[in-house]
């Protein structure tokens, strides 16, 4: 086995449910490598995501450690043999990995669901509104990273799956840029909230309630419920949060912030006004 330099999230992943189901099953992971003829080291190789595994391995462990939900471990089998090489992957070593990262996830979606409080997502992100947020970064990038960076956001921005906004008043008022790229980033948001499959909701200020949930997250549906992620924002990239306590409670997050925003039509005047007053 060919041992990775740098597994990505979705590798690294792949390795934590596996290693979830055995420690689920009481084994250790000398046990869980004699079923595979392995050696405890491969065995920790594989479940840090460091090493690929064949769907055969993967079922076999399966079947070992009783695991009866036959959708997850299809949903295993599909990460372990996955062999797509996105567009992402021409800004690996040229771009930090949790970009990359956030792109594969975003590629795998069934769904995804954020709550912005001070930014538009970068999903919906006019050129000159990101070229303004990577701008404001400290320390600053150079021309060519700046440019890389906006570059790579807008290719990462085809919205084919469902997906819900719930936005604070406060990200559509700051101006990250001019007034005339606020306006154009309050028209896009406008534009693609128009489309079947997207929805956004805004929060105003005046609003009761939304103290109770406010913070900025990006929740991406998996195939199945059990690799759902959260995605938050830390000072040196993005943290990648999947323990099932967490993202139901995640869950529980973004219905109580969608339940005290105004409806898509409501949202759609409320930015609509918004752009006029620029």
Same mark, same amino acid.
């Given at each position: 086995?060919?041992?990775?330099?740098?597994?990505?999230?979705?590798?690294?992943?792949l390795?934590l449910?596996?290693r979830?189901?055995?420690?689920? *099953?009481? =084994?250790?992971?000398?046990?869980a490598?004699?079923l =595979?003829?392995?050696?405890?080291?491969?065995?920790?190789?594989?479940?840090?995501?460091l090493?690929?595994?064949s769907e055969?391995r993967v079922r076999?462990?399966?079947?070992?450690?009783?695991?009866?939900?036959?959708?997850?471990v299809?949903?295993?089998?599909?990460?372990?043999?996955?062999?797509?090489r996105g567009w992402?992957?021409?800004?690996?070593?040229?771009?930090?990995?949790?970009?990359?990262?956030?792109?594969?996830l975003?590629?795998?979606?069934?769904f995804r669901?954020?709550?912005?409080?001070?930014?538009?997502?970068?999903?919906?992100?006019?050129?000159?509104y990101?070229?303004?947020?990577? /701008?404001s970064?400290?320390p600053a990038?150079?021309?060519d990273?700046?440019?890389?960076?906006?570059?790579?956001?807008?290719?990462?921005q085809?919205?084919?799956?469902?997906?819900?906004?719930?936005?604070?008043?406060?990200?559509?008022?700051?101006?990250v840029g001019d007034?005339?790229?606020?306006?154009?980033? =309050?028209?896009?948001?406008?534009d693609?909230?128009? *489309?079947?499959?997207?929805?956004v909701?805004?929060?105003p200020?005046? =609003?009761d309630?939304?103290?109770? *949930?406010? /913070?900025?997250?990006?929740?991406?549906?998996?195939p199945?419920t059990?690799?759902?992620?959260v995605?938050?924002?830390?000072?040196?990239?993005?943290a990648?949060?999947?323990?099932e306590a967490?993202?139901?409670a995640?869950?529980t997050?973004f219905?109580k912030v969608?339940?005290?925003?105004?409806d898509p039509?409501r949202s759609?005047?409320f930015i609509?006004?918004?752009?006029r007053?620029?």
């Open positions: 086995m060919v041992q990775r330099r740098e597994p990505t999230a979705r590798q690294m992943r390795g449910e596996l979830r189901l055995r420690e689920a *099953a009481g =084994l250790t992971a000398v046990q490598a004699a =595979l003829g392995a050696n405890r080291v491969q065995m920790s190789h594989i479940e840090s995501g090493v690929g595994v055969e076999r462990l399966a079947s070992h450690y009783a695991c009866m939900d036959a959708e997850f299809d949903a295993l089998v599909a990460m372990a043999t996955d062999r797509t992402w992957e021409e800004y690996r070593g040229l771009l930090p990995t949790s970009f990359l990262d956030l792109s594969e975003n590629h795998h979606a069934s669901r954020d709550v912005a409080i001070l930014y538009v997502p970068g999903l919906l992100q006019t050129e000159e990101a070229r303004a947020v990577f /701008s970064r400290v990038l150079t021309g990273e700046l440019e890389l960076r906006v570059r790579h956001r807008m290719a990462g085809r919205i084919t799956i469902p997906y819900e906004l719930v936005i604070h008043e406060s990200a559509l008022r700051i101006r007034r005339a790229a606020s306006r154009a980033q =309050l028209t896009k948001l406008l693609v909230s128009e *489309a079947d499959n997207v929805t909701r805004v929060v200020f005046d =609003l309630g939304f103290a109770r *949930a406010s /913070s900025t997250m990006t929740y991406v549906g998996g199945v059990k690799l759902d992620t995605v938050r924002d830390v000072p040196h990239g993005s990648f949060i999947d323990s967490q993202l139901s995640f869950r997050r219905r969608e339940e005290v925003s105004l039509k759609r005047d609509n006004r918004l752009a007053e620029l």
